[in-house]
T-cell receptor, first 115, second 112 residues
Framework: KQEVTQIPAALSVPEGENLVLNCSFT??????LQWFRQDPGKGLTSLLL?????REQTSGRLNASLDKSSGRSTLYIAASQPGDSATYLC??????????????FGKGTKLSVIP | EAQVTQNPRYLITVTGKKLTVTCSQN?????MSWYRQDPGLGLRQIYY???????DKGDVPEGYKVSRKEKRNFPLILESPSPNQTSLYFC???????????FGPGTRLTVL
């Protein structure tokens, strides 16, 4: 069964700093990997989607990489801002049998950017 | 606008009183899923559906039912809610083209 781990569980950084969030998964036979942002008590906003054949994706100040063979992904946030404060979730889609694909989530990294 | 909608957004009910949380998507997605999110446990899949009339259990299906009679709708039914079903529930949809998962805004359910 796929397991997804996110380290660290919480991170506090001063505004303007570049930072990296880590995600690891146990089964490398994945379909894709998606990074989400969640504000307290709110829904999930998709940030970046990386297909299994891709190595990275970029959107603005965000860059996500994928190393499928080692079961790792990183989310790089450049020039962090207080508005980036949220919980960041990594989710891996893998084959779960009978033609279906299951999304497995990590427990997230709670980011606080201090002004 | 492409979206997943859920209703109600907030619900307080009592033990044993049947309830339904509706979910609808306007993107013609084949896949739909229900998740619950609890502190310390993260997001866990309850049920999923690969297409109309095709549903299957996720990781935590006990106490829940679903149906998929139309492609756009995927209601979550709690026949006899219990306090341990107090949680934040999310509906999600995705296509078979692998373009990622779209989530609804969430339903916060409290069972007294």
């Amino acid at each position: 069964k796929q397991e997804v781990t996110q380290i660290p569980a919480a991170l506090s950084v001063p505004e303007g700093e570049n930072l990296v969030l880590n995600c690891s998964f146990t089964d490398s036979a994945i379909y894709n990997l998606q990074w989400f942002r969640q504000d307290p008590g709110k829904g999930l906003t998709s940030l970046l989607l990386i297909q299994s054949s891709q190595r990275e994706q970029t959107s603005g100040r965000l860059n996500a990489s994928l190393d499928k063979s080692s079961g790792r992904s990183t989310l790089y946030i450049a020039a962090s801002q207080p508005g980036d404060s949220a919980t960041y979730l990594c989710a891996v889609r893998g084959y779960s049998g009978a033609g279906s694909y299951q999304l497995t989530f990590g427990k997230g990294t709670k980011l606080s950017v201090i002004p | 606008e492409a979206q997943v909608t859920q209703n109600p957004r907030y619900l307080i009910t009592v033990t044993g009183k049947k309830l339904t949380v509706t979910c609808s998507q306007n993107m013609n997605h084949e896949y739909m899923s229900w998740y619950r999110q609890d502190p310390g446990l993260g997001l866990r899949q309850i049920y999923y559906s690969m297409n109309v009339e095709v549903t299957d259990k996720g990781d935590v299906p006990e106490g829940y039912k679903v149906s998929r009679k139309e492609k756009r709708n995927f209601p979550l039914i709690l026949e006899s809610p219990s306090p341990n079903q107090t949680s934040l529930y999310f509906c999600a949809s995705s296509s078979t083209s692998g373009m990622g998962e779209f989530f609804g805004p969430g339903t916060r359910l409290t069972v007294l």
